[in-house]
């Protein structure tokens, strides 16, 4: 029933900057997470149905902002000052809303995305 489609994946240079969207189909509890070749998948930021409250890992607080603007159905990833580590294919992420005001691990997404590859260089 929901479907979660990710853009905005890309190249970037180092100390950079790329947005990625995600079209959602509703007022969802979002999620961004990574995952880089040979890891697993980990929490980047979330956000809460409303916008009103929202979540970063430590690794891009104060780098990466998300964002969702509900009349459009989308949900954003701001990625600035972009790090060869941020290298990894990100997915968008939802909830139930009953199930949480955010959603920060694997375990709590009822839905994910494809993926969109970002891909960060010197």
């Known amino acids: 029933q929901v479907h979660l489609a990710e853009s905005g994946g890309g190249l970037a240079q180092a100390g950079g900057s790329l947005r990625l969207s995600c079209a959602a189909s509703?007022?969802?509890?979002m999620s961004w997470f990574c995952q880089a070749p040979g890891k697993e998948r980990e929490f980047v930021a979330a956000i809460s149905w409303s916008g009103g409250s929202t979540y970063y890992s430590d690794s891009v607080k104060g780098r990466f902002t998300i964002s969702r603007d509900n009349a459009k159905n989308t949900v954003y990833l701001q990625m600035n000052s972009l790090k060869l580590e941020d290298t990894a294919v990100y997915y968008c992420a939802a909830a139930e809303p009953d199930h949480a005001l955010l959603v920060a691990t694997p375990k709590s997404v009822d839905y994910w995305g494809k993926g969109t590859l970002v891909t960060v260089s010197t």
């Open positions: 509703g007022r969802y509890p």
